[in-house]
């Protein structure tokens, strides 16, 4: 699945307000859908990738031999899930924006898992 397909997948996922894959490699997108105004899925993503550094950062000086799945952000009215792909030999994740009231938390990041192995990058 390329990357167009797989963020209108994102999409459908119950609650979905925007979705970017991103390489945390350079912060830069790779492409995003939805968002607005008040969601800058560039910015969001930019900042993302700080995210996902500083915990790869923290695992490693704690010297823990494991894999980082997800990262949940919770907001008032939003959910943050950041899935790193582990199927891509490069640096990549799937950042998705979820309504809280709309969205099913366990459905997403199941949904976020079933679309890592189906991306092709």
Known sequence: MNIETALKEAMNIDGALGAALVDYGSGMALGTIGGGRELDLELASAGNTEVVRSKLRTLASLGLNDQIEDILITLGRQYHLI??????????????????????????????RRLEGEISV
Do not use: C, G, I, K
Request: no cysteine.
């Open 83 to 112: 899935r790193l792909l582990t199927t891509s030999s490069s640096q990549l994740f799937m950042y998705l924006v979820l309504d809280r009231d709309r969205a099913n938390l366990a459905l997403a990041r199941h949904n976020l």
